[in-house]
């Protein structure tokens, strides 16, 4: 077996105890399944898709310790996503001048995107296949009501039930915002990581040269007239627009980077930026900066400012 082989199943096996830390309940083992993708994205990075493969399928067989009830999540929301984003990460061309161009980080958001939008469809699809009640929402609907029936109505502002349907609803869309930050965080630290290593194989790209392909504008604003449709085809269609501008926010934060890289102290203005953003719960922030992602498409803000940014056009 080689090194490389050796590192790579070394590796695997700690995605698969990161996610089986699932059964502590301490807030250290729930950051450990968050960052169980990480070992699986620093092998693709650092060795290749072989190795990665290999990476992967030690993974699964840590995780079958305690059955399919691990390793299924594992393979579906882990490790499949994960290869799906090495493959083309890895990617690259010669251009006529003779120098290499690598595989575009719009385009691999647009990846993590259509993945998750994948995963939201066979859920609702599957949920209905197995006669849930309310189909994808209703799976959530009676464990948010039982924690809410803990509360007064007064407190809640309305009814248990009703709450809990609204909740229920928007928490799809929800869930997969968060699985496509957590996966794209993730896949950034184990490129820096490789990069300190010195084993990457692809140079990092800049998040100011992050520029998303206008076709993702259009379905976007398709998703949002379809939300605004009765019945389960508005549901779908806010859920689709919720993930589609997860995107919009990544190529928000590009001009974010863009403008202090203008400053006299840039990583000073990034690193302030960054922890307001996690200090105050972000909401608010995030859909200001998705919004200027989203103006970003069309005004080319970085262009005025001689930056990057023309990729995605």
């Not at 699932?22 to 693709?44: E, K, R």
Request: glycine share 12%; net charge positive; aromatic share 8%.
């Amino acid at each position: 077996m080689s090194r490389e082989t050796a590192i790579a199943l070394a590796l695997g096996a700690l995605s698969g105890a990161c996610l089986l830390s699932l059964a502590s309940d301490s807030l250290g083992a729930l950051i450990l399944v968050y960052m169980s993708p990480l070992p699986l994205f620093l092998t693709g990075l650092m060795f290749g898709m072989p190795k990665a493969a290999a990476a992967m399928a030690a993974g699964a067989a840590v995780s079958a310790i305690y059955g399919l009830a691990t390793v299924m999540p594992y393979v579906g929301l882990i490790a499949i996503p994960t290869a799906i984003l090495i493959r083309p990460a890895l990617l690259y061309r010669a251009t006529s001048e003779g120098a290499v161009e690598w595989y575009p980080p719009g385009r691999l958001l647009i990846w993590l995107a259509a993945i998750a939008a994948a995963g939201f469809l066979l859920a609702s699809l599957g949920a209905r296949l197995g006669g849930v009640p309310g189909g994808l929402p209703g799976v959530f609907e009676p464990r948010l009501l039982a924690v809410l029936r803990h509360f007064d109505s007064h407190d809640l502002g309305g009814s248990p039930t009703e709450l809990a349907a609204r909740l229920a609803a928007i928490m799809p869309g929800a869930i997969a915002a968060m699985w496509m930050l957590l996966t794209a965080a993730n896949g950034i630290l184990a490129q820096g990581l490789a990069v300190r290593l010195q084993r990457n194989i692809r140079p990092s790209p800049k998040i100011e040269a992050i520029l998303l392909p206008r076709r993702l504008f259009y379905a976007l604003g398709a998703a949002i007239i379809g939300a605004f449709l009765p019945g389960e085809v508005g549901y779908i269609g806010a859920t689709l627009a919720v993930i589609l501008a997860v995107p919009f926010f990544f190529q928000g934060l590009s001009v974010v980077h863009a403008l202090a890289r203008r400053s006299k102290m840039p990583g000073l203005v990034l690193g302030s930026f960054y922890v307001f953003l996690l200090l105050s719960g972000g909401q608010i922030l995030a859909v200001l900066i998705t919004a200027v992602g989203l103006i970003e498409q069309w005004a080319g803000f970085r262009r005025m400012m001689g930056g990057h940014g023309e990729e995605g056009r």
